[in-house]
C-alpha cells in the first residue's frame, strides 16, 4: 500500500470531496472543440453525483445535496437531448430553461454548503473555510455577469477565471482539513459501485446523443407516388430547346405550363463533387493535366434559364445525385437577382421502379443574414431548404424553380446554389444544414452560372 492510499483510508473526506472539486471543475470550465463542452459537463455532473452519494447519510443537507445532483443527471441528459435534436432551435433563447440549469446548480452548493457548515458545528471547529459557498458565490456571479453589460468584457472573464481557480484550490484542501478535525463519516454500501454509475451515465448519454442524432437528422417528408406526366405541346417546346427529358418528366404540369410562351432556354450543367480525388494525368510529352475524379458522393447540378417576353425569366435549379447519399439533414441556398419569386420545390426518388415526391422541406424565401471571413455579416434574400430522402432509395434528385422580373437595364442573370452534403447523423448542436451554409461553414459545393437576355446574345453574335 503506497502513502496515498493510506491517507485515502485514513481520511475518508479525501475521495468524496476531491470528485466533487473535479466534478465543479469540469462543470465550471468550457472548451468549444471536439464536442468537449458537452463530454466534459456529463463527467463533471456525474462526479458530483457519485461524490455526495457518498456522503448522503452525514446529514439533511448531504441528502438534499443527493437528490439536487441526482437531478442534474437527469437535466443534463434532458440537455444533450435537446441539442441533439431541432428543440435547440426553440430552446436555445429561452431564458426560463437558462434559469433553470443555473437554479438547480445554486441550490446543489447551497446544500452542499449547508451540510459542511453543519459538520463544522458539530465538530466545534471555526477555523475552515466553506470552500462550498465560495463555489455558490462563483456560481451566482458568473450568472449575473451573463446577463449584465458586461458579459463580453474580457477583464471580467480573467477575474472570474481567477476566481474559480481559487475556488477549485480551496475545495482541494477542504477534503485534507476535514480528514484533520477527526469526524469520520458514515459507511455506506450500495449496489452499484461508483465506478458502474459513471460508466453507466455516460453510455447512456451517448445513446441518447447518437439515437436523438439519428431520428433528428434523418426526418423524411412524407413522400407521395407519382401520377405518371401528361405530354403538352410547350414539353415538346423545351425538349427543342435541349432541356433534359429527364427533368421535364419531373417538372409537374403547372410548372410547365409556366413556359409556353419561351422564347430562349440555355441549360447549364455541373458536378458537385463532395470527396472528389485529384489525379495527375498525361497528354502529352512531360506534360500532365489535373482532373478531380469523382467517387461516391456527388451530384449533377443543372440549372436552366427560360426566357420569356418582356424581361421575365423563369430559373430552374436541378440536383440529382449520382449515387444515393443524402440521409441526413442536408440542405442548400439559392441566391440571384433582387425579386426572386419562388414557385416550387420538390425532392424525387425511386424505389423498386416506382418514382415518389414531395414537398422541399423548411422551403422558404426570405431575407437572411450571412456571415463571411472576409465581410462580416450582411444581408440578402434567398432560397434555402433541406434534403432528407428515405433508406433504400434511389435515383434521389430534385428542383427548386422560381421567377424574376428584370428591368429595362438588366441584362446578366446571375444564379448560384450552395449544397451542403452531412456524412453522418450526429451534429452538436443540431442545426438545420441550410443554416450552416449561411453562417459561414465551408464544407459546401456551389454551382454558379449566369444567364444574357436574347437580345445581348443576338448582338454578340
Known sequence: MDIDEEKTILNPWKKPIMEITLGFALTSITLNFLWLQYILPAIGTVLIFIGVRSLRKENKYFTMAYFLAASQLVINAINLIIIST?????????????LLLIGFRLALFLSLSSAIRNIF????????????????????????LAISPLSNSWMAFILLTFFCILVIRSLQCLGDELGNIGYGIISIEDRLSNTVVVRGYLIICLVLVISCGVAANHAVPNFTEIKSSTASDTRNILMEFDVPEEILNDMSYENISMLQNAIHVDVYTDLLMFDGVSEMVETGTRMYKEYIKSKNRTIEATTVYTELPDNEIYVLVYFKWQKPNAFWNDGFTIWGEEGIELLDGKLFYQKDGTDYEASIPRL??????????????????????????????????????????????????PNCIN?????NPISLPYTFAEQKILSGQREYKQHYTTYDLKKYQDMQE
Not at 121 to 144: G, P
Not at 378 to 396: D, R
Request: aromatic share 16%; hydrophobic share 40%.
Open 121 to 144: 458545528q458539530k465538530a466545534n471547529v471555526s477555523n475552515i473555510q466553506n470552500s462550498f459557498f465560495l463555489a455558490f458565490i462563483w456560481i451566482l456571479s458568473f450568472a449575473l
Open 419 to 423: 449544397y451542403l452534403h452531412s456524412k
Open 364 to 413: 422558404k424565401n426570405d431575407f437572411v443574414t450571412t456571415e463571411s471571413m472576409f465581410f462580416g455579416a450582411s444581408q440578402s434574400k434567398q432560397i434555402s431548404g433541406g434534403v432528407c430522402y428515405p433508406f433504400g432509395s434511389e435515383n434521389q434528385r430534385g428542383y427548386v424553380f422560381y421567377r424574376l422580373k428584370l428591368s429595362e437595364e438588366q441584362g446578366i442573370v
Open 86 to 98: 431541432p428543440l435547440v432551435v426553440e430552446i436555445q433563447n429561452d431564458i426560463i430553461f437558462s
